[in-house]
């Protein structure tokens, strides 16, 4: 059961996640509805993901949860996946993308969390996972020129100060 401290940090970590996503819009969202779609699913996956190889690691590797869940994972969008794609120039530099995608983007990306599982909580897995909008608005105003909105900023500001509590040791933490 989370503690009174953790349910407070998931809600400034959701709130910050929330500024950016609607740059303070409370009226509407600035994604689409397919995006709002997409983005639940992923948070219900998110999820997913964080509970459900707790037991599994506690009997067998995580490089085999990671490689099953993957393989398991992948089987059912197959078909779609042979049938929708179209037809491409395959050529070196293609081959070492995908490959470099593949396995550090998504295997080691993967493998290092399902691991870190055995080391730290799911609910602190969980908060964490907010900082990927962040790290989204930084490259998009590192790269991009993206200019943020004052909102937005306070919603940034909002993660990292969750992220700094999260880290603090266990026995300042609020029971």
């Not at 989204?136 to 937005?152: P, R, W, Y």
């Not at 900023?153 to 700094?164: K, P, S």
């Amino acid at each position: 059961m989370p503690i009174r401290l953790d349910v407070i940090l998931i809600i400034l970590a959701a709130v910050g996640t929330y500024l950016l996503a609607t740059k303070g819009d409370f009226e509407s969202l600035t994604i689409s509805k397919l995006g709002l779609f997409f983005g639940i699913g992923a948070v219900i996956a998110g999820a997913n993901c964080t509970l459900i190889p707790i037991k599994l690691l506690n009997k067998y590797d995580p490089r085999l949860v990671c490689g099953l869940a993957m393989l398991l994972g992948s089987l059912p969008i197959q078909p779609i996946v042979v049938i929708d794609t179209p037809h491409v120039n395959i050529n070196e530099t293609l081959i070492f993308e995908l490959i470099f995608i593949t396995i550090v983007g998504t295997m080691v990306a993967y493998l290092f969390y399902v691991a870190s599982l055995n080391y730290l909580e799911p609910a602190v897995t969980g908060t964490l996972s907010s900082f990927e909008p962040l790290t989204a608005a930084i490259l998009s105003v590192s790269f991009l020129h993206l200019k943020l909105t004052f909102v937005e900023l306070i919603g940034g500001e909002l993660i990292l100060m969750m992220a700094f509590v999260q880290a603090l040791p266990q026995k300042n933490k609020l029971e």
